[in-house]
């Protein structure tokens, strides 16, 4: 106990390079944090997407930069429809659309209203837009509490001027931030005649899902299925490179934070040299004065991730409200986040205080204590 | 059958090269200290005798011969960690207290890790800056303290887990006349409220004249006493002056 008090005692009387350090690593984690939820949240929520509906799984177009720069042919469909195995193939079309300065990513979904229902889609209010309708739309009532519409309202989108027929849920919050529409009417809209962005396929009962996809992308090599979260990279090249730099900037933080560990306790013991020789001439062991180093350096790193991950839910609060991420971004917190920022924290302080802690450990006791 | 005791110390032969400058700092030394015996080590500087007293605390080792503490050859021991916290208790002459610790803090940092409790270690550590005058000094960090009760607060440190040797470097080295000879009256009363053997390393004749024996050193090597300064024996230690209370 009274050996715990003489660690907090020790952080406590060297305030300035405590708070300094700790602000490194508190900004340090903060950043691992916020960019481990962010690239999380992006990814579920891109994620989320392809996983709408009762499909077993969702095709794209091969290794494109974004998946809403998939462009399946509507003919493909049809070569997917005619597999044995499956029971349904639902194409639609994503066309995202600059409607203002809080809205810059709105989506538009074009797809043939009978099959809105398979695809999760649940009507909460109004009515379903005709199937060759060009000036009709439903609203995710997300999009529609956002910008205030309700049925019967009219919505400028492009240089259409769209009347809201219906309010629906999907249960997933990009979906629920989109708007629906006919699949003929925003095809001719964008001049995309014949084109989908992606499709959901459903198999039939008993079927073997992976032979069917198997089949399929044998038939159709220019397109992927997807079926889990670790399939996501072959249609969505920018998830994956956000996941490249969210796994770089978490190594940065652990190298950038142990060097400031590493500053901070070599300085520290450097001038406590003479100390760590008169505990050793007290009889204090090797061992003790290393764990006596190691964690006076794992206090000031957990109380500055403790900083840091408090700092990083504000980040991410705030960039909740940050246009262009808005509607787009909703944070999951995961614990996987958690788990990477502490073990980043548990290794800054291994790496950046053994070496002193091992060099105040073997020093010899007369040395120490005849350091000036 | 020989019944008689070990002695506290004994040195076989002691030697200790410096490699570096293969200097022999001590060389060849062979002497005993009997249990209780209160011995002032004297001599010029770089006569060896701190050298000798860092190999008798075990802080250096030596490059040959043997070191016996109460008949028990300090090679036999696995770990030096529990000779250092309980067996001699070292004095500094720059009393080495931590700063950013109090006075109570500082004599309790021995008592760590050796199976002491919280309360125990707090007790006494009181109990013992109680003994050395500094019971209403105990939540004084050293610089709000004078030499002389620093020196007291070392004395308590090293007696805290009760050892039967003090080992002590120049205590007095650093202090004025007055301290100096309140810090040998100190030295005087413990060792006869604790019965401890006291090796004392000193280039002051006044305090040399405190021990029962002085032991001279040159070269490395100890001396007749003969040979030796005949100042110190012709002084007198506080104690046995007319008028001494022999108390602080």
């Known amino acids: 106990m009274f050996f715990a008090l003489l660690i907090l005692e020790n952080v406590y009387t060297r305030k300035v390079r405590t708070l300094l350090t700790g602000f490194t690593i508190a900004v340090t984690i903060m950043t691992v944090v916020a960019m481990g939820i962010l690239t999380h949240s992006l990814r579920e929520t891109a994620v989320s997407i392809l996983r709408?509906?009762?499909?077993?799984?969702?095709?794209?177009?091969?290794?494109?930069?974004?998946?809403?720069?998939?462009?399946i042919d509507q003919n493909d469909l049809q070569v997917i429809q005619q597999d044995p195995d499956v029971k349904s193939a639902v194409g639609i079309l994503v066309e995202p659309w600059r409607l203002d300065d809080d809205h810059p990513f709105f989506l538009r979904i074009g797809m043939a209203p009978e099959d809105t229902e398979?695809?999760?889609?649940t009507l909460v209010v109004g009515r379903l837009y005709a199937a060759d309708s060009s000036n009709e739309l439903i609203l995710g009532y997300r999009a529609a509490r956002d910008l205030d519409k309700r049925v019967g309202d009219r919505l400028v989108v492009g240089n259409v001027d769209y009347e809201v027929v219906g309010i629906y849920s999907t249960g997933q919050v990009f979906g629920d931030a989109a708007s629906m529409m006919s699949l003929v009417g925003l095809q001719a809209q964008v001049r995309k005649p014949g084109t989908i962005t992606l499709a959901f396929v459903q198999v039939a009962e008993g079927a073997d899902i992976e032979a069917v996809r198997a089949r399929i992308e044998a038939a159709l090599p220019q397109l992927a299925t997807i079926r889990t979260e670790s399939d996501f990279g072959r249609v969505d090249r920018n998830l994956e490179l956000l996941k490249a730099a969210n796994t770089g900037v978490s190594a940065l933080a652990l190298v950038i934070g142990a060097a400031n560990v590493l500053n901070m306790m070599s300085l520290s013991v450097f001038e406590r040299t003479r100390e760590f020789g008169v505990l050793r001439s007290v009889g204090w062991s090797r061992i003790r004065i290393l764990i006596y180093v190691l964690a006076e350096a794992f206090i000031v790193t957990l109380a500055g991730a403790a900083a840091g991950v408090a700092l990083g839910f504000g980040v991410v609060h705030f960039l909740q409200d940050v246009p262009t991420l808005r509607g787009v971004f909703t944070p999951t917190f995961s614990s996987d986040v958690f788990t990477r920022a502490l073990s980043i924290t548990f290794?800054?302080?291994?790496?950046?205080?053994?070496?002193?802690?091992?060099?105040a450990a073997l020093l010899r006791p007369l040395t120490a204590i005849r350091h000036e | 059958m020989n019944d008689q005791p070990a002695p506290a110390i004994e040195t076989r032969h002691l030697t200790k090269i410096f490699q570096d400058s293969h200097v022999r700092a001590v060389d060849g030394v062979s002497l005993e200290i009997g249990a209780?015996?209160?011995?002032?080590?004297?001599?010029?500087?770089?006569?060896?005798?701190s050298t000798l007293l860092h190999l008798?605390?075990?802080?250096?080792?030596?490059?040959?011969?043997?070191?016996?503490v109460n008949g028990r050859n300090l090679k036999s021991y696995g770990n030096l960690n529990h000779y250092r916290s309980h067996d001699v208790g070292l004095i500094f002459q720059l009393h080495n207290l931590l700063p950013n610790l109090n006075a109570l803090q500082n004599v309790r940092i021995a008592m760590v890790g050796t199976g002491v409790g919280r309360r125990e270690s707090a007790t006494r550590a009181a109990e013992l800056l109680a003994s050395v005058g500094l019971a209403a000094r105990t939540k004084l960090r050293p610089p709000a303290l004078s030499g002389g009760e620093r020196q007291r607060v070392a004395i308590a440190r090293a007696l805290a887990n009760g050892p039967s040797i003090l080992l002590a470097d120049e205590p007095t080295g650093s202090l004025d006349a007055a301290a100096a000879e309140s810090v040998m009256e100190l030295f005087n009363r413990i060792r006869g409220e604790r019965n401890l053997t006291i090796l004392l390393v000193t280039h002051d004749p006044l305090v040399a004249a405190c021990a029962d024996r002085i032991i001279h050193m040159r070269d490395g090597r100890l001396i007749d006493e003969a040979d030796a300064t005949p100042a110190a024996r012709n002084l007198v230690p506080p104690w046995k002056r007319a008028g001494s209370q022999g108390a602080i």
Request: hydrophobic share 40%.
């Open chain 1, 52 to 71: 709408t509906g009762t499909a077993d799984f969702t095709i794209a177009q091969e290794h494109v930069t974004d998946v809403l720069n998939s462009s």
């Open chain 1, 347 to 359: 290794g800054m302080a291994i790496i950046g205080a053994l070496y002193p802690a091992l060099r």
């Open chain 2, 56 to 68: 008798l605390a075990a802080l250096d080792e030596p490059t040959s011969g043997d070191i016996l």
């Open chain 2, 36 to 49: 209780g015996e209160w011995v002032a080590l004297t001599g010029p500087s770089g006569s060896g005798k």
């Open chain 1, 118 to 121: 398979p695809f999760g889609v």
